[in-house]
């Protein structure tokens, strides 16, 4: 797995629960029908092109919802992979989630196991969160 996958699928599994907090606003907001579509009430600006954008609400509406459609695949290949393992998560509370985010010398102390251990399951999860999402073959 290239670095920078690892490093974005780590990213990912540290903003989780914000992320799902994020997800679930923006589901709710587009499917919650206001009967006009964004702008509706703004005046539509002079230019051609800048109108064109203000006129479009089911294209803003598509892009939005494809944005949720990956935001989506990656909070599921996150629940698939940690939140079925009682030690995952405990393991990314202490180490993603936690108000202080511990090092990984006292998660292993934690768990009486060694760094490299759970350095090693660590490596496994991400591998598996990013085969879910797609990121691998």
Same mark, same amino acid.
């Given at each position: 797995m290239r670095r920078e996958t690892f490093r974005y699928i780590e990213a990912e599994l540290?903003?989780?629960?914000e992320t799902r907090k994020r997800f679930m606003e923006?589901?709710?907001?587009?499917?919650?029908?206001?009967?006009?579509?964004p702008g509706v009430d703004a005046?539509?600006?002079a230019d051609h092109k800048e109108a064109a954008h203000w006129r479009d609400?089911?294209?803003?509406?598509?892009?939005r919802l494809n944005e949720l459609r990956h935001t989506q695949a990656v909070l599921k290949a996150i629940e698939r992979t940690v939140l079925l393992n009682r030690e995952l998560v405990e393991m990314c !509370?202490?180490?993603?989630?936690?108000? #202080?985010?511990?090092?990984?010398? !006292?998660?292993?102390?934690?768990?009486? #196991?060694?760094e490299s251990t759970l350095r090693r399951v660590r490596n496994r999860m991400v591998y598996r969160i990013a085969k879910?999402?797609?990121f691998l073959w």
């Open positions: 540290r903003d989780y629960p923006r589901v709710a907001d587009i499917c919650v029908p206001s009967g006009k579509p005046p539509i600006p609400a089911t294209g803003s509406q598509a892009v !509370e202490m180490r993603y989630w936690g108000e #202080r985010r511990m090092p990984w010398k !006292e998660v292993a102390e934690h768990f009486g #196991r060694d879910d999402v797609g």
